[in-house]
């Protein structure tokens, strides 16, 4: 059984990754991290991970960049493998990260989904063959209208890994309305929705002539990033030092 230390464990994807590894047969969560503690939880919950003394063979990190370094030190101290799904880390935190990756497994990815991480092995594929058959290549994101970044970061992946398949020659264009211009054929659309509830949509459309090919992917709960989370911790348990991502554990599913 993998033994999973929660940092963020109250939060509303903390409760999802408990609920999940309450009906997984392979993994359990043996602590939680959280500022608050209502007692709710069926293990110990501190608010500060130092205080922490369960054995745990990975950690999951689904909370705010707030008092993230100390969990990061914590980690390397107890050589304990790592997942960050948090977000709006600084310059000086990812340096920190590439650091602790020297001496322990650190897996962090853009989105812990697994549906979207296998979308981006299979986008680099399909783009090597239609874009030099004269395919124009377009991303189309959906969010729920309280978001306020945009685009997407998945957005954004989707066009990097299609990009990194041609040495990144292709420019991202967010923003048509000031042009009148033909479109260039080095170039990714990027462009971006925003209203109602919508948990998080995303089509990559291939269009050449005569012919349109879309590769879309839906999400309808956050549960699927949970998921993913709860997918790496399970592949990180007992990896050696380095730098991982859920491509990683996509592969690893494969084989």
């Known amino acids: 059984m993998i033994k999973i230390i929660l940092r963020g464990c109250n939060g509303r994807m ?27 939880n069926p293990y110990p919950v501190y608010q500060d991970i130092r205080d922490c003394r369960e054995k745990a063979d990975c950690l999951i990190d689904f909370s705010s960049a707030k008092a993230w370094d100390d969990m990061l030190d914590y980690c390397v101290e107890k ?5 960050l799904c948090t977000t709006g880390l600084s310059e000086a ?3 920190k990260v ?25 986008l ?11 395919f124009d290549m377009e991303v189309v994101e959906k969010h729920h209208n309280q978001k306020v970044d945009a685009p997407s970061g998945t957005a954004l992946a989707l066009a990097d890994s299609i990009n990194e398949e041609f040495g990144n020659t292709y ?14 054929q080095k170039e990714i659309g990027i462009s971006a929705v925003r209203g109602g509830s919508i948990v998080g949509e995303h ?10 090919i879309t590769f879309s992917h839906a999400a309808y709960s956050r549960a ?32």
């Open 79 to 83: 050589n304990m493998p790592c997942v």
């Open 93 to 95: 935190q990812l340096e």
């Open 171 to 184: 420019t991202y264009v967010y923003d048509r309305s000031g042009r009148r211009e033909k479109r260039p």
């Open 224 to 255: 699927i990033f949970g998921k993913g989370a709860v997918q790496a911790a399970k592949y990180l348990a007992g990896k050696p030092a380095g730098k991982y991502d859920m491509g990683d554990v996509i592969e690893a599913l494969f084989s």
């Open 14 to 40: 903390g409760q999802v990754i408990s609920g999940l590894l309450r009906e997984d047969q392979e993994a359990e969560v043996a602590a939680g991290i959280d500022i608050v503690d209502d007692g709710h």
């Open 98 to 122: 590439e650091r602790a990756s020297e001496q322990i497994a650190v897996l962090r990815s853009a989105n812990m989904s697994l549906g979207i991480n296998l979308l981006l092995k299979l």
């Open 203 to 212: 089509d990559v459309i291939f269009a050449g002539m005569d012919e349109v």
């Open 124 to 134: 680099k594929k399909a783009a090597s063959v239609l874009a030099p058959a004269g």
